[in-house]
Nanobody, 121 residues
Framework: QVQVVESGGGLVQPGGSLGLTCAGS????????MSWYRQVPGAGRVLVAR???????GYGDSAEGRFTISRDNEKKTVFLQMNNLKPEDTGVYLC???????????????WGQGTQVTVST
């Protein structure tokens, strides 16, 4: 069965750091683009960071050079290191896996349940 499970969220003070982990299973992890999104109640999901199967990385504007995404295909995990956190970083952080094995395959789009990150004094 497919699983996408986030962990590492919590309460931190502004300026603090937090590391998030997403573990994927039940699919060919190495071929999937892995992304982190942030969702705030009443708002849509905003891309935070993305890393594709080749290692190409992209960041959303909210990262502002403060976050680093990486992946470990052996362990089937993707990491998001968040530094210098700000209150506006608060939200539910969702891990997304997207990909397909061949051009003839349907695109998979898997989501985890999310992990809460709260940046507050």
């Amino acid at each position: 069965q497919v699983q996408v499970v986030e962990s590492g969220g919590g309460l931190v003070q502004p300026g603090g750091s937090l590391g998030l982990t997403c573990a994927g299973s039940g699919f060919d992890f190495r071929r999937y683009r892995m992304s982190w999104y942030r969702q705030v109640p009443g708002a849509g999901r905003v891309l935070v960071a993305r890393i594709d199967r080749t290692g190409t990385i992209g960041y959303g504007d909210s990262a502002e050079g403060r976050f680093t995404i990486s992946r470990d295909n052996e362990k089937k995990t993707v990491f998001l290191q968040m530094n210098n956190l700000k209150p506006e970083d608060t939200g539910v952080y969702l891990c997304n896996a997207m990909g397909r094995l061949t051009n003839m395959s349907p695109v998979d789009d898997f989501w985890g349940q999310g992990t809460q990150v709260t940046v507050s004094t």
